[in-house]
Structures are given as C-alpha cells and as structure tokens.
C-alpha cells in the first residue's frame, strides 16, 4: 500500500491505545464543540496540550460516534487543468446522491488545480471510503483527500 492510500484508510482504535496528545486533542475538540471553552486556546490548556499539536491532530481525528452520524465533509481535490475534469467530478458525485454545499477552484498551475468542496453525504447509498476510491479513478483525478467530517 502506498502512502497516498494510507491518508484515507480509517481504523478503530480503542481510546487507551492512543497517544496522550491524540487523547488531549480530542478532549479540547470536545470542549470547543460543546461550548465549554470558548477558544482553542482556552481548550489546550484546560487539557495541559500544546496549540501545535491540538493543529496537528485536529484534523485527522473525530470520535467515532461523530464518523458514524456525520453527513458533511470537506473533500479536497487535485485535478489536471483539461476541459471537463471538474464537471465529470461534479457529475459523477450527482449520480451518488452527495450534494455538494460550496466549490473553491484555484487557478490551474503547472497543468494542475486544487479544488476544495463541502459536500452533504444525507443521501449517499455507500461508504465515504469507498465514494473517494472512486473519485480517485476518475480520468483527470491525480489526488482526492478527506480533510473535514461534520
């Protein structure tokens, strides 16, 4: 498996198996979300965690219960500048029931474009892995990332 393969597999992880940062970071995530601190720094240092790893580890971990009921998800795109790339991926994500919510394009450099997207999952029929498997092999798709889940 290479290491573009290794940034979208998932794996379930008992809590006590984790590292103190990682179990600290979801802990100030928590406090955040719920409104208990106010700001992130407020939250890192209730947890006696360090801002840079809260940074570092915010985005690639979620309490399982939140996987299983999240319905948004900021997917990230590379794509090749060639006429109808973005709207085969527009297309191809209709046809799965994901809505997409907001689109940014950056403008195409050496042959390439970032494309960032919030999408709502309420109506895909398969798993999240399995949409971004496909997406990765849609011609003029050179990286997909997952890099928010609501």
Do not use: C, W
């Not at 379930?12 to 802990?27: G, H």
């Amino acid at each position: 498996m290479n290491k573009r393969d290794d940034e979208e597999r998932f794996v379930l992880v008992r809590y006590n198996q984790l590292p103190e940062a990682i179990q600290k970071t979801l802990e100030a995530k928590q406090l955040v979300e719920t409104g208990e601190a106010d700001t992130v720094q407020q939250a890192v240092a209730r947890v006696e965690l360090s801002r840079s790893s809260y940074y570092k580890y915010r985005d690639s971990i979620f309490p399982f219960q939140s996987l299983n009921q999240s319905k948004m998800v900021t997917l990230v795109f590379l794509l090749k500048d060639q006429a109808g790339v973005l709207s085969n991926v527009l297309s191809f994500l209709a046809g799965t029931g994901v809505n997409i919510l907001t689109i940014h394009q950056t403008i195409p450099l050496q042959g390439e474009a970032s494309v960032s997207m919030s999408v709502d999952l309420t109506n895909l029929v398969s798993e999240l892995e399995d949409l971004v498997d496909q997406l990765r092999g849609l011609k003029g798709v050179q990286r997909v990332s997952v890099i928010g889940v609501e």
